[in-house]
């Protein structure tokens, strides 16, 4: 359970997410996930989630365009959940509604502590790499091109 006073930005975290737990892989490698876990605030007062988008630019030498050099950009956005779950690496993440077959993979999950070291809350990081401001280059998932952002 998270720290008390993550309670005071419940009316912030607004979003209702959905995790979903790998369990294992087939024999083609394809993900097996558990049965979704919802955090909503509508169901749970309190424990719901929200979304904030980044861009960030990287030049980098040699590439596709005339001057050669490619701009390479990562987008991110981070999940925040007002709970503490044990998400790992290879799970799902994500906003109710979203499209889960072109979800981007975890770059990075974090749960800050308070003071005492109590863990107040959960922060998921997912990204995809964009080059040129438009083609999406690969990702660590399997499956159909991954990496798109509402």
Do not use: N
């Not at 876990?37 to 929200?50: A, E, I, K």
């Not at 999940?79 to 109710?96: N, S, T």
């Amino acid at each position: 359970m998270p720290a008390d006073f993550a309670y005071e930005f419940a009316e912030l975290c607004q979003e209702t997410v959905v995790w979903r737990k790998l369990l294992t892989r087939d024999s083609f490698a394809k993900p097996v996930y558990d049965d979704p876990v919802v955090f909503s605030p509508f169901t749970s007062p309190g424990l719901g989630g929200r979304r904030f988008y980044r861009r960030t630019r990287k030049v980098s030498s040699g590439g596709a365009t005339p001057a050669g050099g490619a701009v390479d950009y990562i987008q991110t956005s981070e999940i925040w959940i007002l709970d503490v779950p044990e998400i790992g690496p290879d799970d799902l993440v994500y906003i109710d509604g979203d499209d889960v077959d072109r979800l981007p993979p975890i770059l990075s999950i974090e749960q800050p502590t308070d003071e005492p070291g109590e863990k107040v809350y959960t922060q998921v990081c997912l990204g995809s790499a964009v080059c040129c401001g438009g083609s999406r280059a690969a990702s660590t998932r399997t499956g159909p091109s991954h990496g798109s952002f509402r």
